[in-house]
């Protein structure tokens, strides 16, 4: 236990490394404290003077945590977090320095942005980007540096980030929501906030096994591994005893968490062997993208304390579940309502079914948006499978709100019988009620309570392009709810008619059976035409359809050219991480696996001689031997093959169609090697092979 948390009580140390508000009413005036709170709530733009009042008591608390240095800490196109670190120190006098910060250093930052992604909006050449305060989101010290979180943007104005645009969203979502707020009668609620909570999905492997395989430290997924003899067909590692290493390791985790105030709250063993999940409670949006960045770069550096090495690649193991992020999505106002709360009897709740049926409608309309947000090589390989979604949109409401939905359509009542608790049948366990939905775990989208649970998104992805996606639709449908209400002479008539309209024209989205099923994927394409958008090529145009372009411009949130240079980066990065995977399985091949094979042949050969010169039959030798020969002749045959399709890709055209021939020619190419390689190791000792197995990366830790 650390020197902060020694003896202490999670309460007393809970975001002992934050600059929260709590820290700051102690130590701001009065009036500098209210300033900063009308900038939060408004967006109004900190004073100078005001300003240089709160970036030094932010410096004096830092320092007095040991920070020596202050970075803008932003979320550039590459998915991951960037920083910058700048000391404190200036000269002062001969050979002395001075501890400064000024406000102009909090609020505006000027990093070198050449080398991050951008699609296009910027000249590799124009170097300067700035990075602008996000006073939302809490400061906080982290490896002796002062840590603000900001938005980044290119010197012309447009974004180059994935903060910026969930930022924009939030505002024009609670924008529209209060609209419709109003027309119920609120006039106490001022903002809408989003809330999130990512639950994390992660394998923890040993540190001197991943450290023995060149892919899993070059790419995070096993670009070879043979199946091993038991996988999580038993399923006695989902909710099983942690075992003690892991135990220790989510202790030292949850506590560095808690002390940059990330409300870790549930850990467990997941599914396949050696996965694991985090829940966190929820918070608002934009802080939650902060804290599950943080989450993610914290679990590693704990692993590695602990002699372990955290994946949180999508589907880092073939053959058993892969890793997802289940996105937890709610909307709150300022005045204590969770709008997605049904109530007691959700058939009487208007309000409820209005953001409801705004929800219903959003997804139905976009659901191509919300499966490009979960788009990426890696979360292609998990979603379809037996642990995740499919990548057909659907909604999964329960039975007992499709029936309310059901009775608005057709104009009659919703009775919900008697049975309103589960019956347990043992005497000294009491009944519980039911809640107004159940779980559906093959729904991308499902209701789970008072809260949309958003399935699809990938284990190391970014929170901040989906919830973008899901902010700007539902402020779409509410717009156009509010825009149709507002001039009604009969709400509540207007309202139903509206309600039951939206229901009748998009209800095919709902969907409460198997996603995985082949009658759901028949039923969906060809009877209810949901997109089947299998793979990231298939998914990412979706970005820059007129449709989409002109949702996301109504309401300035992503303009044209920024929604054409995110579909340039995100295509690029695609094909990019399926050719470093070809070049690592190439390498793998010709400079460990084949060699390997080779002397493991020898080795027969001459066990073999050694028999026959004896006068014992080497017929096993010899067949085990011209297995291996014509296993090996086909490492090398497909091995030149994928060599060839990886140099003609750097032929195509960039973007879609060189995607799109990565995705057809190279990958096919780069499974048809794996193939004859797995069963190859299945073939030799693994004294011999050169990469540890399956069977020790998932069974050891």
Known sequence: MSEITNGKSVAEFFGCNVFSD????????????????????????????????????????????????????????????????????????????????????????????????????????????????????CAFVKDNSLYIPTAFCSYTGEILDKKTP???????????????????????????????????????????????????????????????????????????????????????????????????????????????????????????????????????????????????????????????????????????????????TPQNNLQFLTFLCAIIKGVHEYAPLLRLSAASAGNDHRLGANE????????????????????????????????????????????????????????????????????????????????TIINTIVAEELCQFADELENSQNFKKDLKALLVKTIKEHKQIIYNGNGYSDEWLEEAVNVRHLPNLVSTPDALPEYITPKSVALFEKFRVYSELELRARTEVLLENYSKVINIEALTMIDLVRKRILPAVFRYTKDICDTGASKEAMGISSAVEKDLAAKLSSLTEGIYKETAALEEKVIAAQEQECGLPSARYYRDVVFAQMQTLRCIVDETETNVSEDIWPLPSYTTLLFTV
């Not at 419709?180 to 106490?188: E, S, V």
């Not at 506590?255 to 985090?278: C, D, F, M, R």
């Not at 608005?408 to 939905?437: A, H, R």
Request: charge should be negative; aromatic fraction near 10%.
């Open 166 to 344: 969930l930022l924009r969203s939030m505002d024009v979502l609670s924008e529209q929501a209060l609209r419709i707020l109003r027309l119920f009668g609120n006039t106490t609620c001022t903002r809408v906030t989003t809330t999130v909570g990512p639950e994390q999905e992660y394998f923890l492997v040993d540190k001197k096994y991943f450290d023995q395989r060149e892919d899993l430290v070059i790419t995070g997924r096993t670009l070879f591994g043979a199946k091993p003899p038991k996988g999580q067909e038993l399923e006695d590692h989902y909710y099983g005893n942690i075992k003690q290493r892991v135990s220790d390791y989510m202790k030292d985790l949850d506590e560095e968490l808690w002390k940059l105030g990330i409300y870790a709250k549930t850990k467990h063993n997941e599914v396949a062997p050696s996965q694991h999940e985090l829940a966190p409670v929820f918070t608002t949006s934009n802080i939650a993208a902060d804290h599950n960045q943080l989450t993610m770069e914290i679990m590693k550096k704990i692993a590695i304390k602990h002699g372990l090495y955290c994946l949180l690649h999508e589907k880092p193991f073939a053959g058993v579940n892969g890793s997802g992020k289940h996105n937890n999505w709610s909307m709150s106002t300022n005045d204590g309502q969770n709008l997605l709360d049904p109530g007691d």
């Open 22 to 137: 709590q820290v700051m009413r102690e130590r701001l005036p009065k009036t500098v404290y209210k300033s900063v709170q009308r900038t939060k709530q408004l967006g109004i733009a900190l004073d100078k003077d005001i300003a240089d009042v709160v970036a030094n008591a932010m410096k004096d608390w830092a320092v007095e945590r040991g920070a020596t240095h202050y970075t803008h800490w932003f979320q550039p196109m590459t998915g991951v977090t960037a920083e910058k670190h700048d000391a404190f120190i200036n000269p002062h006098g001969k050979g002395e320095v001075i501890l400064e910060f000024s406000g102009k250093e909090l609020v505006k930052g000027e990093p070198d942005a050449s080398s991050f992604p951008s699609g296009g909006l910027r000249s590799t050449f124009e170097a300067r980007g700035y990075t602008a305060w996000d006073p939302t989101s």
């Open 388 to 467: 995740a979604p499919p990548a057909i949109v659907s909604m999964f409401i329960g039975s007992e709100l499709e029936g309310v939905i059901e009775a608005l359509e057709n104009g009659t009542k919703y009775s919900y019988g008697d049975n309103k608790t589960f019956e347990i049948g043992v005497d000294v366990l009491p009944d519980f009620p039911k809640d107004t939905t159940d779980r559906n775990r093959t729904s991308p989208f499902a209701f789970t309570g008072n809260k949309f649970e958003f399935r699809m998104l990938g284990s190391a992805d970014s929170i901040s392009c989906t919830n």
